[in-house]
C-alpha cells in the first residue's frame, strides 16, 4: 500500500474567513465503527502500517497495553499508541498510523473517512470524568453526528513517556551489549575449532 502523506491548511490550527468566523481542517478516521476526529494540523504525515513495518522495533514487558512498537523518525522516537485499546475499544487490525506533528506519540486508526472543517469545539459534558478528559480536546458537531476531537498531546502522559523512555534505553543497552558479544563469540569459536585440528 503506497504512503500517504496528510497536508494542514493552517499551520495554526483555526483559520479566519473573510466573515470572521474562525474555522479548523480536520481529519474524520475510524477505529472499529467509532468516529474520531484529530486536527490536520497535528498530523505530520499518514503512512500504511505495512509501509512502517521494517521501521517499526517492539517493546518488551506486557506493561505497555497500548504501546506496543517504536518508530525512529530522524533524532525522534515516536511511542506507537493503538488506538482502541487507549479508547477501549474491541481490538482491530489497524491500517494506518498518523505521526504526529510536535508530539512523542504516532496513533494507530483503522480508516479515514474524509477531510472536514469546523468553526466550533464543544466542552466535554461531565459524563467524561476519567482519563479520558485527557484524550479529548472536545467534541465536534458535523451535520447529523457528533465526534470527538482527539487532543494528540493527551496520548500519553509524562509518568507513561517516563516508563516508556527507560524502557526503550534498556532494550537499545541490551541490543548493544548483544551485538558487541557476537563478534566475541564468534572468534571463540575459530580458536576452538583451530585446537581440534
Known amino acids: ?38 486536527s490536520a494540523n497535528a498530523v505530520q504525515e499518514i503512512r500504511s502500517t505495512d509501509n512502517l513495518a521494517a521501521s517499526a522495533a517492539e517493546l518488551p514487558g506486557p506493561e505497555f497495553k497500548k504501546v506496543r512498537q517504536t518508530i525512529v523518525r530522524g533524532r525522534r522516537t515516536l511511542y506507537v499508541v493503538h488506538g482502541a485499546t487507549l479508547f477501549g475499544l474491541p481490538s482491530t487490525p489497524a491500517t494506518l498510523v498518523f505521526l504526529l506533528r510536535r508530539s512523542r506519540s504516532a496513533l494507530l486508526v483503522d480508516a479515514i473517512d474524509r477531510m472536514a472543517t469546523i468553526s466550533r469545539l464543544i466542552a466535554l459534558p461531565q459524563a467524561f470524568c476519567g482519563e479520558e478528559r485527557s484524550w479529548y480536546r472536545g467534541l465536534a458537531a458535523l451535520e447529523d453526528t457528533v ?22 534505553a534498556a532494550k537499545r543497552k541490551a541490543n548493544e551489549t548483544d551485538s558487541a558479544a557476537e563478534p566475541a563469540a564468534a572468534g571463540g569459536a575459530r580458536e576452538g575449532r583451530r585446537a581440534t585440528t
Not at 465526534?147 to 527507560?166: C, F, H, M, Y
Request: proline share 7%; no cysteine; net charge neutral.
Open 1 to 38: 500500500m503506497p504512503a500517504k502523506r496528510a497536508t494542514a491548511a493552517n499551520s495554526g490550527g483555526y483559520a479566519t474567513t473573510k466573515s470572521g468566523a474562525r474555522t479548523e481542517q480536520v481529519i474524520l478516521f475510524r477505529i472499529g465503527q467509532q468516529a474520531f476526529a484529530i
Open 147 to 168: 465526534v470527538p476531537v482527539v487532543n494528540p498531546d493527551g496520548l500519553l502522559s509524562p509518568s507513561e513517556l517516563e516508563q516508556l523512555d527507560t524502557a526503550h
